[in-house]
């Protein structure tokens, strides 16, 4: 098979217009300059514009992506001891002290979208700790070598795509810091999905996942816009955890969504 390097070389040698193969990923740090450019005519033809191109350009291999992508044991807990590690009467004590501080606020998303407030308030408390930390990691490098791996490259390849047409929109810049995996704001957004489910929920023209206003109402339109229905149950067994999981594959973590949720909705 042929190397990384001297596919680059190739490719860049033929410079023909128009040419958009797929970046060849790799299972090391140490082919990553040479992938940018690759990655960079593929984008490019996917309609990514000068910004977006400069942003991933710009990336750096990280490392802390890497080691957060092969350890990711609390999803291998059981569910009694998940709900320990993840704080789960914390979330759902603060969860409904926020839901009776704005009520108007949940009310209407409900309202809007169909999503009970217990929903998105566990959410919200399980992936940020409602806002408290985001994350510390440049979202543009941890998608970018997310898709250069070759673990889960088909996969994160299309957020890659969407993270450098945020930067084109204005919705992040390169610097944007977010989670290991690249996800954005309260409620952790994949860019992927927040360029397709994104909402300007406080009406300021952009939409921001690190406002929570923004934040709360494209979570309710990605679960809706998933199938959530309208008054029917979210439990195991019930219409609505069918939605949930696709907010997150990790069994355990839909279950402890369902069950803080019910907890706080009270």
């Given amino acids: 098979m042929a190397s990384l390097s001297s596919v680059a070389a190739l490719l860049l040698s033929l410079s023909l217009p128009g040419l958009a193969l797929a970046a060849p990923c790799s299972d090391t740090g140490g082919q990553y300059e040479s992938w940018k450019p690759l990655m960079a005519a593929e984008a490019e033809a996917a309609g990514v514009g000068r910004r977006g191109i400069e942003a991933l350009m710009a990336t750096s291999y990280s490392k802390a992506t890497i080691g957060a992508d092969r350890n990711q044991k609390s999803f291998r807990y059981s569910l009694e001891k998940f709900l320990e590690v993840r704080g789960a009467d914390a979330i759902v004590n603060l969860g409904r002290k926020r839901k009776a501080q704005n009520p108007e606020f949940y009310a209407a998303l409900e309202q809007q979208y169909g999503v009970p407030a217990g929903v998105l308030i566990a959410i919200h408390g399980m992936e940020t700790g409602f806002g408290n930390f985001m994350g510390d990691t440049n979202v543009v490098s941890a998608i970018a070598t997310l898709a250069y791996d070759c673990r889960r490259s088909d996969f994160f390849t299309p957020h890659l795509i969407a993270a450098l047409k945020l930067v084109d929109m204005g919705s992040i810049s390169p610097a944007t810091v977010g989670a290991k995996h690249g996800e954005l704001g309260h409620t952790q957004f994949l860019p992927g999905n927040a360029l397709t489910y994104g909402v300007d929920g406080n009406g300021d023209g952009r939409v921001d996942l690190t406002d929570i ?54």
């Fill in 213 to 266: 206003v923004d934040a709360m109402a494209s979570t309710a339109h990605f679960l809706r816009q998933k199938g959530w229905r309208p008054g029917a149950g979210y439990q195991e067994g019930e219409p609505n955890f069918a939605v949930i999981e696709e907010w997150n594959a990790a069994t355990v973590y839909q279950q402890a969504i369902a069950l803080m949720a019910a907890r706080i909705d009270g």
